[in-house]
């Protein structure tokens, strides 16, 4: 038996990160989890579905990554650390949390 309106057809399918979960507990061990989803593009049709999740522990400021262009895939030919991250996210809070309390007191 035939399935219904059954085609072959070609199509893409890749993994990426669709979720980004960092926690700093008070006395804790910050740590950051990146979800997964598994995307297969065929014709017109997009389908997502969860893949997995990879975490980790910054327990080593010092632990170092390559940087990869967003864009390309490719590696900048750089890396950063996890002292990096933790940095950089502290500063766009504050950054943020100062722009909104701007706001708030403008209001």
């Known amino acids: 038996m035939a399935n219904y309106q ?3 057809i070609s199509g893409d399918s890749w993994v990426r990160s669709n979720r980004i979960v960092i926690e700093n507990p008070l006395n804790g061990t910050p ?3 990146f979800a997964e989803e598994k995307v297969v593009v065929l014709g017109d049709d997009i389908l997502h579905s ?3 999740l ?4 910054m327990t080593d400021p010092a ?14 030919g750089t890396t950063a650390t996890h002292g990096d991250i933790y940095a950089l996210l502290h500063s766009l809070y504050l950054d943020l949390a100062g722009k909104r309390d701007a706001y708030s007191n403008s209001i």
């Not at 990879?54 to 522990?57: G, I, L, P």
């Not at 390559?66 to 900048?76: A, F, L, Q």
């Open 31 to 33: 740590n950051i989890s």
């Open 54 to 57: 990879v975490m980790e522990n």
């Open 63 to 76: 632990s170092s990554f390559p940087v990869i262009n967003p864009m390309t895939g490719e590696s900048t």
């Open 50 to 52: 969860q893949f997995g």
């Open 6 to 8: 059954q085609l072959v």
